[in-house]
């Protein structure tokens, strides 16, 4: 099947590099909710569908996630394709945003922080909160002085071994902690395998840096045709992305208002 499609001189005489036979994406083998070697995740599914609409096999590269990332996988030329990747980013090019989210204030559910959806509420001024370590809401919490009570769990970790917003959430449904702060996407889904019934509200903030994000597929430069495809893709199978992310609790918000901002980490925003 012919993938790409040279409509112009200068795409007969700059060709593009991505495969023709086949869906070639990079993921991390564990990094749930969004990928896993098992293809459990819902970047997986989205993978999935894309591949579907092109015809084609899909085929993995996989590499944990972490600092060079997309340096030694889609700008090595092992991939074709990131699924999940931070839009506005400078690091290489990205589709039209299919998603948007936001962070999450994690809460026991029917307590006194239950709703909870500005870290400047009154109610969290001596409230004990789990944060990522090096995410936006931390300079919120600085900046508000909220830090003193903050329990921090490492951002860069091997997903295979460790997984920060599972303690995270231990920690609340244990009462070591009064609430965790969490990326919507990864707080949506663990909180639903809590030991207890938990909570998970959209935070809101008028200051920098946001908390939305939009979110994206990442793709190298100047491969006009095939982001031109994925955008296509992006029209056209809108409603079935969307089902995928509300299935694994991914708390959406609306694209169009999302404000324009570069995300924190290399790959899928800011996690």
């Not at 085929?59 to 999940?84: K, S």
Request: glycine share 8%.
């Amino acid at each position: 099947m012919a993938l790409l499609s040279a409509r112009s001189g200068f795409a007969q005489t700059r060709p593009e590099l991505v495969s023709r036979d086949r869906l070639r994406v990079c993921a991390s083998p564990a990094d749930m909710p969004f990928s896993n070697h098992d293809r459990q995740g819902f970047e997986n599914k989205i993978a999935q569908l894309v591949a579907d609409e092109l015809g084609l096999p899909l085929h993995y590269f996989w590499l944990p996630e972490g600092p060079g990332f997309v340096r030694n996988t889609l700008l090595a030329d092992m991939c074709d394709l990131i699924v999940g990747y931070a839009a506005e980013s400078d690091i290489v090019d990205h589709s039209d945003p299919y998603y948007a989210s936001t962070y999450v204030l994690a809460t026991r559910k029917g307590g006194p922080l239950d709703g909870v959806d500005r870290l400047d509420d009154p109610r969290l001024k001596n409230a004990k909160l789990g944060v990522i370590a090096a995410t936006p809401p931390v300079d919120h919490l600085l900046a508000l002085g909220l830090y003193d009570h903050v329990t921090t769990y490492s951002l860069l970790v091997d997903r295979r071994y460790f997984s920060p917003a599972e303690d995270a959430l231990r920690d609340l449904a244990s009462g070591k902690t009064d609430a965790a702060i969490l990326w919507g996407p990864i707080g949506g889904y663990y909180a639903k395998k809590a030991a207890v019934p938990l909570s998970v509200t959209p935070l809101h903030t008028e200051q920098r840096p946001p908390f939305v994000y939009r979110i994206a597929f990442g793709l190298r430069r100047g491969e006009t045709d095939w982001k031109e495809r994925l955008n296509a893709i992006i029209r056209k199978r809108q409603k079935d992305i969307d089902a995928i992310l509300t299935s694994y609790g991914v708390p959406l918000a609306p694209i169009a208002a999302a404000p324009i901002d570069v995300g924190r980490r290399e790959r899928s925003g800011p996690r």
